[in-house]
């Protein structure tokens, strides 16, 4: 390689300088650029500078191709961050989709509506906003509990469902969920749900509450049971105002009212195969005091052992039905903790420990399945029997009073653990 000396220049006949006999201490590095003169020796001839450095580094990046390397360089860091940038979107994505379910999204589901064929939603008496919601969703009426609850309290509606069947569809938009169970229609009712083993006064209060018609007019008419066509031993409408829920229209009056569920009553009587109107009122009288006493379970079983009692009376019976539910009412209290004396006053006409067989009438609303356990009762050797679990309805039957002693004990033992259950 040959050498360029910085500041030197060859003779004019183109020989090159001699070296010198002598090595500088510290010799200056070759440098292929003058920077004054910018030219080489090179071959014997003086040359451009930059065109030897050219043709003979060929392999040796030129500032241009130093710049265009600067910009790939770039060019791929910015490829780099983009595909990173749209990986870390990508996990984002991901978990926000797996995680957005168990928030309920960002925004209540809600179907877009109308929806599609017929579902029936029963809308029970005292269903607040949330039980219907809960029904709704089971239902697939709502896609979720939250979007009606909302759109109910928009329309204000919290405290106005009313209990009742109502046709709506499925995958509903919840606003129009709302607008079916809040619809006001052109023909209004009046609703009454009454429960069974309600006395009279019971029913007749909430009937008054119920319609906005007067009081003493159901009073007036419940006292008149020949206006409905009812045998002589009915002293009032007591057992014949049948359980259920009723939508009574607006324009019907007390009578009107009272009308629809003695008819039932009797209707339920007739289905029953009871039609002569002196055993019907003995059946509703049974009925009554079965509903009392039992549940649907054991109801003819229970018919049977009074049936037993009165009809086939034994030396411990006598012919004695022993109902504290008569006792009670005839008292008109609801707890059954009363006193021996009044236990055995015989002027109380529901006093069945102090007066032989079926007390003088019904002791409330009996419904249609008492009414059939009461027409047919179930024939067994029973004369005595006792629930010894007032939740879950547990009832034990004896024919002996020693043996219903023992379950009374039962009866006893489970009250105790259970405090405040047995008034």
Not at 89 to 101: N, T, Y
Not at 240 to 268: C, H, N, S, W
Not at 271 to 282: F, G, K, L, M, N
Not at 372 to 381: C, I, K, T
Request: charged share 20%; net charge negative; with cysteine.
């Amino acid at each position: 390689m040959s050498e360029t000396f910085r500041g030197q220049h060859p003779d004019h006949d183109g020989t090159p300088p001699e070296k010198p006999d002598f090595e500088p201490a510290h010799p200056e590095p070759v440098d292929y650029y003058d920077a004054h003169h910018e030219q080489a020796y090179e071959g014997g001839q003086y040359v451009p500078a930059e065109e030897s450095f050219l043709e003979r580094h060929e392999d040796l990046p030129s500032r241009r191709s130093s710049r265009v390397s600067k910009r790939v360089r770039k060019r791929r860091r910015s490829l780099a961050f983009l595909v990173i940038f749209v990986a870390f979107c990508a996990v984002v994505f991901f978990v926000v989709q797996m995680v957005r379910p168990m928030l309920g999204g960002f925004q209540v589901a809600d179907y877009p509506g109308p929806g599609t064929g017929e579902v029936e939603v029963v809308v029970g008496a005292g269903a607040t906003g949330r039980i219907v919601a809960t029904e709704l969703k089971s239902l697939d009426v709502v896609a979720s509990e939250k979007a009606f609850l909302e759109a109910l309290n928009e329309a204000g509606g919290t405290g106005s469902i009313q209990p009742g069947t109502f046709s709506m569809k499925s995958q509903m938009k919840a606003s129009d969920a709302v607008s079916v169970l809040l619809a006001v229609s052109d023909d209004k009712v009046h609703y009454a749900a009454v429960a069974q083993n309600l006395r009279i006064n019971e029913v007749l209060d909430l009937l008054a509450k119920s319609t906005g018609l007067p009081r003493a007019d159901f009073q007036a008419l419940a006292n008149d049971p020949q206006e409905f066509d009812l045998p002589a031993q009915a002293k009032n409408l007591e057992g014949y105002l049948a359980p259920g829920e009723y939508r009574f229209p607006i324009e019907l009056d007390a009578k009107g009212v009272l009308t629809q569920m003695v008819d039932l009553t009797k209707k339920a009587l007739t289905d029953a195969q009871v039609t002569d109107p002196a055993e019907q009122y003995r059946v509703l009288t049974i009925a009554s005091i079965i509903e009392f006493e039992g549940n649907e379970a054991n109801y003819a079983k229970i018919s049977g052992a009074i049936e037993n009692r009165i009809n086939n009376p034994n030396a411990e019976t006598r012919g004695f039905l022993e109902s504290d539910a008569t006792v009670v009412y005839g008292l008109g209290i609801k707890s059954y903790e009363f006193t021996p004396a009044q236990r055995a006053d015989k002027s109380n006409p529901y006093n069945t420990f102090a007066n032989p067989g079926l007390p003088v009438g019904p002791i409330g609303s009996p419904g249609s399945k008492a009414i059939v356990a009461a027409a047919q009762p179930e024939s067994n050797p029973y004369y005595f029997w006792v629930t010894v679990d007032l939740k879950t309805g547990e009832t034990l039957f004896a024919t002996s009073y020693a043996e219903h002693q023992a379950n009374v004990a039962k009866y006893s033992a489970w009250c105790q653990a259970n405090a405040g259950e047995c008034k």
